[in-house]
């Protein structure tokens, strides 16, 4: 299906790397797991990501369940965890950092690293106002992207609140109303509804518009330029790079005041910022947040990590399939990698797929072997084999497996 693709062996490995590798580094800064689900009420979407955005608009996967309601598999993370948050009164509870990994879903165009269903990894913190939150999230951010290796320039922009972005958009229209003629198609629309996201419209017109437009700093309000202030000034005692970017505006309607993407060969890897009504927009209190999501496949594309062979020991089965049952249980409780074949068939076959899956060593064993107790241990790399007895068999692995 168009948008959708497979997840395949090959490359699972990646993808165990890198959820491994951000597990590590959340759970090292006390961040703890949340699961929501992949399906949610559609109002959680529109209340929350806001209805005159491309993805309520056009992006999301919205149907009817049986009963009638109109539900939606969730096109991002952000939305559902506040939902959850307040549902379950998470405010009382001690963790209020959380993580999480999982699909999203867009109707968008397929495109390079652009996809229908992708997946996330993300955080979202709840109740920090200190500014020292974001800069948190920013670290977890250059953290993760050392850690696989990973260039990346991170923008930053302060994109305002409530109060003081309705300003901000009278102004913005006043000046693209002079240009709409020239504007795209897609911009013309925006003008009136979200005249933010011109700014960042990626049609070389729009783009020379967008240059001269007014800008935001100059309409932002004090408590929004203290907070933004505030982030750049613990970005700079943690040694982060960045780039001011005043163009940089974000798809979703929740941001207030610090935004930011890390960026990698004109794409997108991570993004987020602060969304400080949120919570309230949804039903809940009074309750401030901040996070970022990156997206999963994105990174894969450009990881560049050496496969390791999945497996120790191939046990070549010649037809004795119980002896085989008895050699895998006793390899696996002393906790070798082992690949057991059951399928009849040559051995010149099975010794090519031991090949084909690296296994070190292959395990042969026949009527012979099981008469006797023994086995024919084959070590892959020299193409030497010996018989020995099962009771031989850990000690003669040990040998042969570390000493390649
Ligand atoms: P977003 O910018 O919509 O933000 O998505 C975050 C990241 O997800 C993007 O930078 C990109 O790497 C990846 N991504 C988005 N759409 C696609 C797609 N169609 N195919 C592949 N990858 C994609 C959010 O989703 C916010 N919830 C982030 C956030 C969390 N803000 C605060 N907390």
């Known amino acids: 299906m168009k948008g959708f693709k497979d997840i395949l062996p090959e490359t699972i490995e990646k993808w165990h790397f890198l959820e491994k590798t951000a597990v590590k580094i959340f759970t090292h800064l006390g961040y703890k797991e949340i699961r929501t689900p992949i399906l949610e009420k559609t109002s959680v979407f529109e209340r929350g990501v806001g209805d005159s955005t491309d993805i309520v608009e056009k992006e999301m996967y919205t149907f009817l369940d049986k009963s009638g309601e109109s539900v939606t598999l969730r096109p991002e993370g952000t939305a559902g965890i506040a939902r959850a948050f307040i549902e379950n009164k998470l405010e009382t509870s001690v963790f209020n950092k959380l993580y999480y990994i999982g699909p999203m879903f867009r109707y968008e165009r397929p495109q390079k690293g652009r996809f229908r269903q992708f997946h996330q990894i993300g955080a979202e913190c709840f109740g920090i106002k200190n500014p020292a939150i974001d800069a948190e999230i920013i670290y977890i951010n250059t953290l993760l992207f050392e850690k696989l290796n990973i260039k990346t320039n991170l923008e930053i922009n302060n994109i305002g609140c409530p109060n003081c972005r309705p300003q901000y958009s ?235």
Do not use: W
């Open 170 to 404: 009278k102004a913005l229209i006043s000046y693209f109303e002079h240009y709409k003629e020239s504007l795209c198609i897609d911009c013309q629309k925006r003008l009136y509804k979200n005249p933010l996201r011109i700014l960042d419209c990626k049609n070389e017109k729009c783009k020379i518009i967008a240059r001269s437009a007014p800008k935001l700093k100059d309409y932002v309000c004090k408590d929004c330029k203290e907070h933004y202030t505030g982030v750049v000034e613990c970005l700079k005692a943690l040694n982060i790079e960045f780039i001011e970017n005043e163009l940089l505006v974000r798809g979703l309607d929740y941001y207030t005041s610090f935004v930011f993407e890390f960026v990698n060969n004109n794409l997108t890897l991570s993004a987020g910022g602060r969304y400080d009504n949120l919570i309230q927009d949804l039903g809940g209190n009074n309750i401030c947040g901040v996070g970022f999501a990156l997206g999963e496949e994105r990174i894969i594309d450009i990881l560049d990590i050496k496969p390791q062979n999945s497996i120790d020991i191939y046990i070549a089965n010649l037809g004795v399939t119980l002896y085989a049952l008895n050699i895998l249980q006793k390899l696996s409780d002393l906790q070798f990698k082992v690949y057991c074949e059951y399928e009849n068939k040559s051995l010149k076959s099975m010794l090519k797929k031991a090949d084909r899956l690296e296994a070190k060593v292959c395990i042969i064993i026949g009527e012979n072997e099981l008469k006797s107790s023994s086995c024919i241990v084959r070590d892959m790399k020299n193409s030497t084999q010996k018989t020995i007895e099962l009771n031989q068999l850990e000690n003669t692995l040990k040998g042969v497996l570390y000493a390649t």
